[in-house]
């Protein structure tokens, strides 16, 4: 597809012919750009939008009046503040296991946008969604991250971006570990300020996105309103005043909004690409042209396979995640574990968040799909 007739495609908008031009060039760069990942990249495999989980959660809490007040004031954290002292943590837990947990993703096929971002950049990738559509891609497409942090291993996250790892950094956290998540009102001033949402640089977040902005953002299925942030973003670019970063943008109907979001934009140095309101299915054909222009040279690896890795006939181990690192240090771990399962054909592993429970369960079925 030639440059024209993907702005033709876009809708011929003002400003994506400034815009365009020069993310390509950025791309096409050894640096690159960081994809930011948002809620709307997830929303095609039936993962709840903020809004919603907030407006479903109030009804099982009964406070439904109480929390759309909330969210038409904006007051999104303070709803999930409300509904955490309601619900309980453990209850509240429950609902974001429900709402963002894998099992969503059971039965879905990896289709869409979202696919496409691991031919975008061989780098980070920044997220501040819980759920794990990303981790399932990548691994998909034999290109799995090296290391996934979030703002709790601030230091391995900055040691990865050194090298320009491929590092997931899932800046609120993950749905399976409330410990070090950010969400409610309490969690986000504990991890970026005060109640009057003043940003805090000497917290190991903010430190850590500031470290992020200075590299080019590919902003994708946010909303990009005046939150947190932005914040941050809005503060890099006023003490960087050439920073750069794009993002794709709804364009609003309104010709008076659109010139009001164009403003709001370039004050966070961010250059947008328009579509047309509501025609999301645009962004799929954009992402599959801006994949084409990155050089060879700077695509993500994807690996293969080791000799003789091909699944037996009918063993369905071809269906097993290939890791992307050598198994090393659980040994002994894995032999006990294979003893148990060949002698009770069951075995359960337990462990807290990061323990390593996926790494051995894939270790101990791929030693025992050559024998089923």
């Known amino acids: 597809m030639s440059h024209a007739t993907m702005l033709e495609w876009l809708g011929n908008i003002q400003g994506n012919e400034l815009s365009l031009p020069m993310l390509i060039d950025q791309m096409q760069t050894p640096v690159g750009v960081v994809p930011f990942v948002g809620a709307g990249m997830s929303a095609p495999y039936g993962f709840r939008q903020w809004t919603l989980f907030l407006g479903d959660a109030a009804k099982l809490a009964g406070k439904t009046q109480a929390i759309k007040k909330r969210v038409a004031a904006g007051q999104y954290e303070e709803a999930a503040e409300d509904l955490v002292l309601t619900l309980t943590p453990s209850g509240f837990q429950d609902l974001i ?25 061989n780098g980070p990738v920044i997220t501040t969604n819980f759920d794990r559509v990303l981790e ?18 601030v230091n391995l996250a900055v040691r990865a971006l050194e090298r320009n790892g491929s590092v997931l950094l899932k800046l609120h956290g ?4 409330p410990d070090h998540r950010v969400l409610t ?23 850590l996105f500031k470290l992020l902005a200075v590299r080019p953002l590919l902003i994708l299925g946010c ?3 005046e939150d947190r942030t932005l914040k941050i ?24 909004k659109f010139r009001a979001r164009m403003q709001f934009l370039a004050g966070h140095n961010i250059r947008p690409i328009w579509y047309p309101e ?4 645009r962004i799929e054909r ?20 080791p000799e003789g890795a091909a699944a037996k006939a009918g063993s369905g181990a071809e269906t097993i995640p290939w890791p992307p690192t050598k198994f090393i240090g659980r040994e002994t771990d894995l032999k006990h574990l294979y003893e148990l399962a060949k002698a009770a054909g069951l075995v359960t592993i337990s462990g807290g968040p990061g323990a390593g429970k996926t790494r051995v369960a894939i270790e101990l079925v791929r030693s025992l799909a050559p024998e089923f």
């Open 97 to 121: 296991e429900s709402f963002f947990g894998d099992r969503v993703l059971n039965g879905k096929e990896l289709t869409g946008a979202i696919t496409l971002l691991p031919r975008l950049s």
């Open 174 to 177: 993950d749905w399976e570990d």
């Open 233 to 256: 973003l809005k503060r890099v670019a006023a003490d960087l005043k050439t920073s750069r970063h794009y993002a794709v943008v709804q364009k609003p109907k309104n010709a008076a």
């Open 223 to 225: 909303n990009l309103n």
């Open 286 to 305: 954009l992402l599959e042209y801006l994949c084409e222009q990155v050089p060879e040279a700077y695509r993500r690896k994807t690996q293969t396979r």
């Open 185 to 207: 009102l309490s969690e986000y001033q504990q991890n970026y300020g005060d109640a009057e949402a003043v940003i805090n640089f000497d917290l190991p977040l903010p430190q």
């Open 278 to 281: 509501g025609e999301h299915h």
């Open 136 to 153: 399932r891609v990548f691994q998909h497409e034999r290109c799995p991250f090296e290391t996934v942090v979030w703002h709790s291993k």
